[in-house]
């Protein structure tokens, strides 16, 4: 058969078969043709004719090329059905998905907010009041101590303070008892120790009377363990640290007597002022230097605070008749 001939017909064929096809696509035929042709005897057909052209150089092996046409378009065929059945599957689980985040929703949204219980002390000091798990705790004036009703029923004991207050804690293995300011966390077993957290302070100051106290800075991480007759503070700027006390000095508030011994002026300053007992004044700034030793009684302030001034050879007087303000005077101290 010439060249020209074979490729002719083998346009013709392929023309044929592609019009056919679309023709079956859109369900209908033409008025001319004698009847429909199905595609497969079509196909094959005109792959049979290519096969018959005879060139030396070039010897198709129609069966077999046949074969690997039919095995594609029954892949083909396959692919197409497991597509269409994972659709559905995919559609299910999202949809199960979706209704499992929704259940978990309603859930959250309708658990009841946990019950807190708020005590608050303003002019006058709160005296010792029970914790649901045994501890004690007194509240200085002006503060406030949070915590979540009856302490939760597992995990830590956590209460958060603003202002001051003195805690005896009760032990409760497996359950640490942690108290919250807003400048620290101190996290305790079971002790005595006195926190003072008021936000005008912007510090947290921590006084160990019996036990041992872990003190957290959580914007350093730095992490201060004080034992019995130590004191520890958090000053968010001006740096953390930790020192003994030879008596506790910090519970002025709470039982009305400091105890003096070698204390300075200046920190006893600092004690009256703290807790509202009175104002000093120095005539030097260097007195605030001036070791003292005794007792100072809050009720008697200008009493028990002008026997530590005249032991020291010193002289307190009041600053204005009837004021809670006392100036010391007298000759500088040696550092």
Not at 97 to 125: C, I
Not at 198 to 217: H, I, N
Request: aromatic content about 8%; some cysteine; proline content about 6%.
């Amino acid at each position: 058969m010439p060249e020209i001939g074979v490729g002719v017909m083998i346009f013709a064929g392929m023309e044929h078969m592609w019009l056919t096809i679309i023709r079956r696509l859109k369900g209908s035929s033409s008025s001319g043709e004698d009847g429909p042709l199905p595609l497969q005897q079509e196909a094959e057909r005109i792959w049979k004719a290519a096969g018959t052209y005879k060139n030396q150089a070039f010897k198709p092996d129609v069966d077999a090329g046949w074969a690997r046409f039919k095995n594609r378009m029954q892949e083909e065929k396959e692919g197409r059905r497991t597509t269409i059945r994972f659709l559905p599957l995919a559609s299910a689980a999202a949809g199960l998905l979706l209704l499992t985040a929704f259940a978990v929703w309603r859930f959250e949204t309708r658990r009841p907010a946990p019950e807190w219980t708020v005590w608050s002390a303003q002019k006058t000091p709160l005296e010792k009041m029970a914790l649901p798990d045994g501890s004690a705790v007194w509240l200085n004036r002006n503060s406030e101590l949070r915590f979540v009703a009856n302490l939760g029923k597992k995990g830590p004991r956590k209460l958060f303070l603003r202002g001051e207050a003195f805690f005896e804690v009760t032990p409760v293995p497996g359950r640490p008892f942690i108290v919250q300011t807003d400048q620290a966390q101190v996290e305790v077993l079971g002790t005595r120790f006195n926190l003072r957290a008021y936000p005008k302070d912007q510090a947290t100051e921590v006084e160990v009377e019996r036990g041992k106290v872990a003190l957290l800075d959580p914007q350093s991480g730095q992490r201060l363990i004080l034992e019995k007759n130590m004191r520890g503070w958090i000053h968010p700027g001006t740096g953390n640290g930790s020192a003994p006390v030879s008596l506790p000095e910090a519970q002025l508030w709470r039982t009305g007597v400091l105890a003096c011994r070698g204390l300075t002026l200046g920190r006893i300053k600092t004690l009256l002022e703290q807790h509202d007992v009175a104002t000093v004044e120095f005539s030097d700034l260097r007195l605030a230097n001036c070791r003292v030793t005794g007792t100072i009684q809050a009720r008697h302030i200008e009493s028990s605070l002008g026997l530590l001034c005249q032991a020291a050879g010193l002289t307190l007087q009041p600053a204005d008749a009837g004021s809670n303000t006392f100036r010391i005077s007298g000759v500088p101290c040696k550092e």
